[in-house]
């Protein structure tokens, strides 16, 4: 795990973290394109980018809070993992475990979908019996 600082999460307020992850180049385009690190919140179990969430002035944080909102969020939830069964988004299901005292790690498996060409997500949350 890397330093941080400093966490405010621009989604929930909260100033405590799980990790920070490197994120690779996979962005040319839109907001993201400039982010090169994440911060998980120990909340709301959001990835969120860490020019957003790290070391930020206190003047700065709700301009933080509405980029996030605005800009951020909205490409942020297009991409992230999705159960196909239940439709919860990862920070749903890390959450729910997270309460349910479940372990958080590896919460999806993947099932082939001939119609996309590509594996559909199923969450643990859905077959817990999968991950046993
Ligand atoms: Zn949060
Ligand atoms: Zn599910």
């Known amino acids: 795990m890397q330093d941080i600082n400093n966490f405010n999460c ?6 405590n973290f799980i ?24 909340e709301c179990f959001m990835d969120i980018p860490s020019n957003l969430s790290e070391n930020i002035e206190k003047i700065n944080l709700d301009k933080c809070r509405k980029l996030w909102n605005d800009v951020y969020k909205p490409a942020h939830t ?3 993992a999705k159960c196909s069964k239940c439709f919860r988004y990862y920070w749903d299901i890390e959450k729910y475990l997270f309460e349910s005292n479940i372990p958080t ?24 019996s999968a991950f046993k």
């Open 10 to 15: 621009p989604n929930c307020n909260s100033t």
């Open 19 to 42: 990790n920070k992850t490197t994120i690779g180049k996979k962005n040319t385009n839109g907001p993201y394109k400039n982010v090169y690190s994440e911060i998980q919140c120990s």
């Open 78 to 80: 297009l991409e992230a």
């Open 105 to 128: 790690k590896d919460i999806f498996y993947q099932v082939y979908s001939p119609k996309k060409g590509v594996g559909s997500l199923v969450c643990k949350i859905c077959d817990p």
